[in-house]
């Protein structure tokens, strides 16, 4: 499908979070309800509206974005600072809200002796914290699970993203300090940006204002 007509082309994060993204959409007016539907598809677009919706992996929206597939997107600001994507970041949407924490079982002193040995998804994230604490660490890149890293003795503490606390209390954790909060964002690549400002600005007309009730 060519992606180079003047549908607006959104990518947004396929679960929760987008379902609930995808609501402010219609709400401003780019409804596109075969999105909903329980199907395998990933594209949809409403003519009439004039926009074309892909569901894609949360961590990828910003590099559709980046790349200039998808006009525009919803990230995380977690996913945003990780990987510093060169795209207009538009709006808080003021949903997806959560914060990016450093975790560690109860009671968990540093022992400043040595480098302190940090389990994450967010390489990033963590260097750039503990770098402006001038703490030295040893970062253990993870995917997914993070919170045993600490519990088997794998790593001192855990860098990663906290809503409820609920994955954090039941594995006998807690938050150390939280490094930044975290919420989603509209993000534009900067070429589509200039050639559909048109179709943009009323997007983002749309949804400014929306979401903080979330
Ligand atoms: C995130 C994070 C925690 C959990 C925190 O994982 O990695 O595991 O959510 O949420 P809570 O404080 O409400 O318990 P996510 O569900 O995004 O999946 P992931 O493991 O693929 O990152």
Known sequence: MAVTDRFLNVALPKGRLGEMVYAMFAAAGYPCPALLENSRRLIFENPGAGIRYFW???????????????????????????????????LDLHTGICRMAVAAPKGFRDDTRRPLRVATKFRRIAER???????????????????????????????????????????????????????ARLIANKASFKFKTPEIESLLAGLSGQGKEN
Do not use: F, M, Q
Request: no cysteine; glycine share 8%; aromatic share 6%.
């Open 56 to 90: 894609v992996k949360p961590s990828d929206v910003a590099i559709y974005v980046e790349r200039g597939a998808a006009d525009v997107g919803v990230a995380g600001k977690d996913i945003l600072l990780e990987y510093d994507p060169e795209i207009y970041e538009l």
């Open 129 to 183: 914290y503990y770098a402006s604490l001038g703490r030295e660490i040893d970062i253990i890149h993870l995917n997914g699970s993070i919170e045993i890293a600490p519990i088997l003795g794998l790593s001192d503490v855990i860098v990663d993203i906290v809503e409820t606390g609920t994955t954090l209390r039941e594995n006998d954790l807690e938050v150390v300090e939280t490094i930044v909060p975290v919420s």
